[in-house]
Structures are given as structure tokens and as C-alpha cells.
């Protein structure tokens, strides 16, 4: 029987996630940490594992895993508990992944300048979810920007906190159809998103928006 080990770095905790006997056909999901090791799932038949992480405090993982002939699952796991917190479905495949606060950002396309952005907790509990528009997740992931491009359907400018799931500042106007967003810039220590506006049927300069994390929206003068 063949391990593979796939390690991850986890700031808080010491340790590797590791699937039995490969991550295309695991039966176990264990946390290894020097030559021990708890076992955190045992699946009554072999599962392929399609993608998994640690927390940026380390205090926690998901598998993200789907059953023979079945739709994809996600469980996520307490490290310091060595328990699982919950196994739930998320409807979608697409991309995975924490947020800076352990919160689990699930985002995939639904057609040409159409994406979807779902936020979950731990338990699976749906803290965003928004589609038709386009969005993009700050660098350090505490944030997400939903917003309208010229070539999108229309809808608001929208600022979201990827840890509570809270919008924290919203600009209306785009649902008009008349404009649209062109580009956008987080600013230093994301405190605030700057985007570039411009009308769809061409013409009008630029104007430039400022959404910040305290609830303010206003215009800028240069992006």
C-alpha cells in the first residue's frame, strides 16, 4: 500500500494533511505530525480528493472530496480537536479555498462575464452568494468586490466581508446599465477599493470611485 503525503504549511500547528492510499482513491484522511498520526476521516469506500488547505491560523482544513458516481462534498476539521466539523455539498465545483479569517470562498464561472461567488462557514451555512456579475477577492482574501463589467448584465458595485459574509459598502448606480466597471485597484492595507467607471456607449471620461471597508463610498480623482 502506497501513502502519498502532500504537505501544507500551517502557521499555528505543526503538521501534514495526508490521504490513504492516494488522494485519487483515499479511504482515510489523516493529520500527520512526526510519526504520529490521528485519523480525521474514514470513508466506507475509496473517495478522490479534488482539493484541500489549512487555515492561515492553522487551526483548521477542508477536504474537498466526491464519492464513486456522486456530487462533490466538502468536510471541514477542527486540527486541534483532531474532529470533523461538517461535511456538506456545496452545489458547485470551481475553485476552493480559505479566507483570512477561515471562512471557505467558493467562486466558478456561469457563462461569458458571468461569475459566481459563494461564501460558507465552517458548518456550511451560506454566508454569500451572488452570481451574474463579476468578482474578485482582495489578495490577503478578507474582501470581495461583485460588480458589473461593460460586457456583463448590469447590477450594483458591491463590497463584501469575506468573514462575516456583511456588505460593507454599495454603489447602485451601475444597475442603470449606463456604466460599468473597467478596472479596479485594492488599496494599501485594503482598506478600500478603488474602481474605474465608464459608460458603455463610449464618450464620457472616466470617473473613479472609492468603496471603503468602513462603509464609505465617494468619488477620487485618480484611481
Same mark, same amino acid.
Given at each position: 500500500?502506497?501513502?502519498?503525503?502532500? /504537505?501544507?504549511?500551517?502557521?499555528?500547528?505543526?503538521? @501534514?494533511?495526508?490521504?490513504?492510499?492516494?488522494?485519487? #482513491?483515499?479511504?482515510?484522511?489523516?493529520? /500527520?505530525? +512526526? @510519526? #504520529?498520526?490521528? =485519523?480525521?476521516?474514514?470513508?466506507?469506500?475509496?473517495?478522490?480528493?479534488?482539493?484541500?488547505?489549512? &487555515?492561515?491560523?492553522? !487551526?483548521?482544513?477542508?477536504?474537498?472530496?466526491?464519492?464513486?458516481? !456522486?456530487?462533490?462534498?466538502? &468536510?471541514?476539521?477542527? *486540527?486541534?480537536? !483532531?474532529?470533523?466539523?461538517?461535511?456538506?455539498?456545496?452545489?458547485?465545483?470551481? %475553485?476552493? %479555498?480559505?479566507?483570512?479569517?477561515?471562512?471557505?470562498?467558493?467562486?466558478?464561472?456561469?457563462?461569458?462575464?458571468?461569475? =459566481?461567488?459563494?461564501?460558507?462557514? *465552517?458548518? +456550511?451555512? !451560506?454566508?454569500?452568494? =451572488?452570481?451574474?456579475?463579476?468578482?474578485?477577492?482582495?489578495?490577503?482574501?478578507?474582501?470581495?468586490? =461583485?460588480?458589473?463589467?461593460?460586457?456583463? @448584465?448590469?447590477?450594483?458595485? /458591491?463590497?463584501?466581508?469575506?468573514?462575516?459574509? %456583511?456588505?460593507?459598502?454599495?454603489?447602485?448606480?451601475?444597475?442603470?446599465?449606463?456604466?460599468?466597471?473597467?478596472?479596479?485597484?485594492?488599496?494599501?492595507?485594503?482598506?478600500?477599493?478603488?474602481?474605474?467607471?465608464? &459608460?458603455?456607449?463610449?464618450?464620457? %471620461?472616466?470617473?473613479?470611485?472609492?468603496?471603503?471597508? @468602513?462603509?464609505?463610498?465617494?468619488?477620487?480623482?485618480?484611481?
Amino acid at each position: 500500500m502506497w501513502l502519498i503525503i502532500l /504537505t501544507l504549511i500551517a502557521p499555528a500547528l505543526a503538521g @501534514d494533511l495526508t490521504f490513504t492510499p492516494s488522494p485519487e #482513491a483515499t479511504t482515510e484522511v489523516r493529520w /500527520t505530525d +512526526g @510519526d #504520529a498520526a490521528v =485519523v480525521l476521516e474514514r470513508f466506507p469506500a475509496a473517495e478522490e480528493v479534488v482539493g484541500f488547505e489549512v &487555515s492561515a491560523d492553522g !487551526k483548521s482544513a477542508f477536504v474537498w472530496h466526491r464519492p464513486n458516481g !456522486k456530487s462533490l462534498r466538502v &468536510s471541514t476539521y477542527d *486540527l486541534h480537536s !483532531k474532529k470533523r466539523i461538517a461535511t456538506f455539498s456545496p452545489g458547485f465545483g470551481g %475553485q476552493l %479555498q480559505f479566507s483570512a479569517a477561515g471562512t471557505l470562498i467558493l467562486t466558478h464561472g456561469c457563462g461569458t462575464n458571468c461569475h =459566481v461567488l459563494t461564501v460558507f462557514d *465552517l458548518l +456550511g451555512n !451560506k454566508l454569500v452568494g =451572488v452570481g451574474g456579475t463579476i468578482h474578485d477577492v482582495s489578495p490577503a482574501r478578507r474582501y470581495a468586490l =461583485v460588480y458589473p463589467t461593460t460586457d456583463s @448584465d448590469p447590477g450594483p458595485v /458591491t463590497l463584501y466581508d469575506l468573514a462575516t459574509g %456583511q456588505r460593507l459598502a454599495e454603489f447602485t448606480a451601475t444597475e442603470s446599465g449606463e456604466i460599468g466597471v473597467e478596472a479596479l485597484r485594492w488599496a494599501t492595507g485594503e482598506s478600500a477599493v478603488i474602481v474605474t467607471l465608464v &459608460s458603455r456607449s463610449g464618450g464620457a %471620461q472616466p470617473r473613479y470611485l472609492r468603496l471603503g471597508v @468602513d462603509g464609505t463610498v465617494g468619488w477620487v480623482a485618480a484611481p
